[in-house]
């Protein structure tokens, strides 16, 4: 078994609405959100500032239901700041020979000006006569 690591949601453009330096650790996000996408509390996340190019990994925790929260907490506090636009990125490690079969399928929501959701579809792979066909932007729920 090969196993791969392929996104399976995507919060594009998210706005920080406050950093918490003081806080041990992780992104606070509207539950609404990661919920959309499938991101799970404690779920790993890599998060792009798209302002200042900082990179980073940590966990997600929810914030308050309905807030459209997005603040980083502990170190990452001090790698953005409020109003600057991220990319947050949710992975999940997959039998490569499954994918191939299979597909695979990544939901993505991409955020106003204040965190409502502006756009959604999901990112597919599947299996066309044993070739991986990507589709970019397909319909979701």
């Known amino acids: 078994m090969k196993i791969i690591r392929l996104m399976h949601g995507k919060l594009h453009r998210v706005r920080v609405t406050s950093a918490n330096v003081d806080y041990i650790g992780s992104i606070s996000i509207d539950p609404d959100l990661m919920e959309k996408v ?32 997005i603040c980083p907490n502990g170190g990452a506090a001090l790698l953005c700041q409020p109003d600057d636009i991220l990319i947050i990125y949710a992975y999940e490690q997959c039998d490569r020979h499954d ?33 991986i066909e990507f589709q970019e932007r397909v319909l979701g729920n």
Do not use: C
Not at 104 to 118: F, Q, R, Y
């Open 38 to 69: 499938g991101i799970l509390p404690l779920e790993e996340v890599d998060i792009v500032n798209l302002n200042n190019a900082h990179r980073w990994s940590t966990y997600a925790i929810p914030a308050l239901r309905g807030s459209r929260e």
């Open 99 to 131: 994918i191939m079969m299979k597909g695979h399928k990544a939901k993505v929501l991409v955020a106003d000006e204040n965190n409502n959701i502006a756009d959604f579809f999901e990112q597919t792979l599947t299996n066309n006569n044993g070739e």
